[in-house]
Nanobody, 127 residues
């Protein structure tokens, strides 16, 4: 069982930056693929980024490539999402998730493959 708690969301102007954190409980954090997803009310949850268990492999949605960076610190049981050059269309609730699977970009982008989810943190980008 893994419990996830996000933090770092807020209101920022377009072009600004935010760093989201996701703290995990439990001793097996390093065995999970971690992902960030975002959701706008009335829409489906969408993939943002994923990272392998050791952090050596990452994948990003096309809409955030070059602007967002996912990273993890297994010693601190934490995964991060650095978001730069934010745009109004990045406004959403961002959630982190943990998956017990062999890392590969395609399955790691599917929300249904993640067993554990945080409660989400709101990110609002004003124009």
């Amino acid at each position: 069982q893994v419990q996830l708690v996000e933090s770092g969301g807020g209101l920022v102007q377009a072009g600004g930056s935010l760093r989201l954190s996701c703290a995990a409980s439990g001793r097996t954090f390093g065995s999970y693929v971690m992902g960030w997803f975002r959701q706008i009310p009335g829409e489906e949850r969408k993939f943002v980024a994923s990272i392998s268990q050791t952090g050596d492999r990452t994948d990003y949605a096309d809409s955030v490539k070059g602007r967002f960076t996912i990273s993890r610190d297994n010693a601190k049981n934490t995964v991060y999402l650095q978001m730069n050059s934010l745009k109004p269309e990045d406004t959403a609730v961002y959630s982190c998730a943990a998956a017990n699977l062999y890392y590969s970009p395609t399955p790691s982008a599917r929300p249904g493959n993640y067993a554990y989810w945080g409660q989400g943190t709101q990110v609002t980008v004003s124009s």
